[in-house]
């Protein structure tokens, strides 16, 4: 006896590393950093989403944000979820943003 099975795509997207984070977060990291926001202006947006990051690792990688912002994400992350990814927002976005193809 044979067992088969059919998948049956519906969407196909390839979505570059650089556009991979959260839209959300990567945004209100961009606002602060283009509002001219300063290193305590970064921890406190880290804290208030929640990241899993203590004081020392958020004062690093706010010093190192400032330096080197981050690219617009186009995924949605949710920790309520167990940090499971949702992809809505990137398929509506396929062959609309740099980074995001409709393959």
Not at 49 to 59: F, G, T
Not at 80 to 85: E, I, K, P, S, Y
Request: proline fraction near 3%; glycine fraction near 8%; charge should be positive.
């Amino acid at each position: 006896m044979s067992k088969r099975g059919r998948l049956n795509f519906l969407h196909i997207i390839y979505i570059d590393k650089l556009c991979t984070g959260d839209f959300q977060t990567t945004r209100g990291i961009r606002q602060i950093v283009e509002g001219r926001g300063n290193e305590e202006d970064l921890i406190a947006f880290m804290t208030d989403r929640n990241l899993p990051i203590d004081s020392i690792q958020a004062k690093k990688l706010a010093a190192k944000i400032l330096h080197s912002p981050p690219s617009q994400g186009y995924l949605t992350i949710s920790n309520a979820l167990q940090w499971r990814l949702q992809y809505g927002r990137a398929i509506s976005e396929a062959g609309n943003v740099d980074g995001i193809l409709r393959l």
